[in-house]
């Protein structure tokens, strides 16, 4: 775990360090004074790299750091922080964004769960609006943009209710037929990270990646309960309760929507953020009569063969089965 800067500590001689907001595994995030522009605070992602990586490596990874950057800087959105300036201080390299001020929808869930209450439709579907923004603009980058870890504590709502998608931790460019290196190497947060994820930059992930995880956050902010892991749902369908169980006010078509998102199997999601918008606003792009996907297809299975956790789950599974028979037999 890497040590915190001290507050009053002055980066790049220009951002005053106050306090850390936010902590992971390879890094901080920082509350900062940027002191060129009087009055500006700023939030600086830190990432640093293992010190026991080989001098190649490390070179690699920070070029690569560099180039992603580079990209980032230039985007313009406003459901975006906007990314002002990297730097790197010995082994640890920086970003600098807009600081967003404001509750995250986590707060708010968890706020809205103590009070006995559900989230309104109404105002999680215009949150999910503005996301769809977001994410139908970095998808449409070239090479398109993944963010890699869409969850509720990563949308802040800022005083005027403008949805912004924070954390660039683990965004990924994704060049078509090739496997590009993350900013910070990480999996995103279990509870909403597909099942391709886990293979880490092995892994054939794509826009649809993200669509689950905005499907799990949906489930999460409408029935203030967490949706199941990826990985236990692969070895139990049913340990996903569809939305409506849980909260019967929500519409059909939204419950629909999100199921489709979370489908297992990449091959059974939206195709892009705007299908997904269609499903939950506009035509329906989930035919009536389709099943919710509740159970895994042969398809899915033998799809899942290709990717490293999947075969290792789906063989772990094999032999729990049959070491159960065997032991029956013996008896």
Not at 78 to 83: A, E, H, I, S, Y
Not at 169 to 182: H, M, S, Y
Not at 239 to 247: A, E, G
Not at 310 to 322: F, P, Q, Y
């Amino acid at each position: 775990m890497p040590v915190p800067i001290k507050p009053g500590e002055v980066l790049r001689g220009r951002y005053k360090i106050r306090r850390v907001i936010g902590q992971g595994g390879v890094g901080c995030i920082y509350l900062a004074d940027d002191l060129r522009l009087e009055g500006r605070t700023c939030a600086l992602k830190e990432v640093e790299h293992d010190r026991s990586l080989p001098p190649d490596l490390l070179r690699e990874a920070r070029e690569q750091f560099l180039r992603e950057a580079t990209i980032l800087a230039r985007l313009d959105h406003p459901n975006l922080p906007k990314v002002s300036d990297f730097f790197s201080v010995g082994n640890r390299d920086y970003l600098v964004m807009d600081y967003v001020p404001g509750k995250d929808l986590r707060t708010l869930m968890v706020e809205a769960r103590q009070a006995g209450i559900f989230l309104s439709e109404e105002d999680v579907l215009a949150w999910a609006s503005q996301l769809c923004d977001a994410l139908e603009y970095l998808h449409g980058q070239n090479p398109p943009i993944l963010h890699r870890d869409i969850k509720p504590s990563n949308l802040k709502l800022t005083p005027s209710g403008l949805l912004k998608l924070v954390d660039f931790g683990l965004v990924k460019l994704a060049a078509p037929g090739e496997v590009t290196i993350t900013i910070l190497q990480g999996q995103g947060t279990a509870l909403y990270t597909p099942l391709e994820q886990y293979g880490g930059d092995s892994g054939h992930t794509d826009v649809r990646s993200d669509i689950y995880a905005f499907g799990a956050t949906l489930y999460h902010l409408l029935t203030n309960h967490p949706p199941a892991d990826a990985r236990e749902r692969f070895l139990n369908p049913e340990k996903l309760i569809p939305p409506r169980q849980i909260n019967p006010s929500l519409s059909p078509r939204t419950e629909r929507a999100i199921l489709w998102a979370m489908a297992l199997h990449p091959d059974e999601r939206p195709e892009s953020v705007r299908q997904f918008r269609l499903a939950l606003f506009g035509e329906d792009a989930v035919p009536i009569s389709r099943p919710l996907p509740r159970t895994v297809t042969q398809r899915s299975v033998w799809g899942f063969l290709r990717f490293p956790l999947e075969r290792t789950l789906l063989g772990t599974s094999l032999v729990l089965i049959t070491l159960g028979l065997l032991i029956t037999l013996l008896r």
